[in-house]
């Protein structure tokens, strides 16, 4: 659920700080809840741009 507001509320999700540091606590533990963060608010948030995925989004061929 925190992952879904996170993901909905985007940027917003700054305006409910104890919303965020719930999240951040519990992604800690749950990799898909630290994406979210990531993509959402890692313009805004610096304790949030430690995510590294796995690399399945690109080819291992490269962009060709």
Known sequence: MIESLIIVLGEEAVKFPELVELAVSKSKDYEPLKR???NKLRN???DVRDYKGKG???PP???L
Do not use: I, K
């Open 44 to 46: 805004l948030r610096e």
């Open 56 to 58: 399945l989004t690109v």
């Open 61 to 63: 061929w490269g962009w």
């Open 36 to 38: 979210a963060l990531y």
